[in-house]
């Protein structure tokens, strides 16, 4: 089995910086990609960052220039660093991965049970 834990998320002034991670165990070989989802109050779940097994990185226009995602393939991690945090931003993240089992099976769209991030004075 396969889990996704994401932490660091909380309370913070606009302006601010939060740095989520995304820790990944269990029946892994290797992760493919790695990518951060949001869900705002009301809204529907979106897009953040992806970050592919290469390095690519692509982003959602709203957070172009504040956020930045990376990975650490040896401890299995994904993160987030925010800043310049909005209360736009205020929203349930979730982090998502594409993994490679022990067996060898290509799995898609682990998800993580998601860390709330509140952007507000």
């Known amino acids: 089995q396969v889990q996704l834990v994401e932490s660091g998320g909380g309370l913070v002034q606009p302006g601010g910086s939060l740095r989520l991670s995304c820790a990944a165990s269990?029946?892994?070989?290797?992760?493919?990609?790695m990518r951060w989802y949001r869900q705002a109050p009301g809204m529907e779940r979106e897009f953040v960052a992806t970050?592919?097994?290469?390095?690519?990185?692509t982003y959602a226009d709203s957070v172009k220039g504040r956020f930045t995602i990376s990975r650490d393939n040896a401890r299995k991690t994904v993160s987030l660093q925010m800043n310049n945090l909005k209360p736009e931003d205020t929203a349930v993240y979730y982090c998502n991965a594409d993994i490679r089992s022990r067996s060898g099976a290509a799995i898609s769209n682990y998800w993580g049970q998601g860390a709330q991030v509140t952007v507000s004075s």
């Open positions: 269990g029946n892994i070989f290797s992760i493919t990609v």
């Open positions: 970050i592919t097994s290469s390095g690519n990185t």
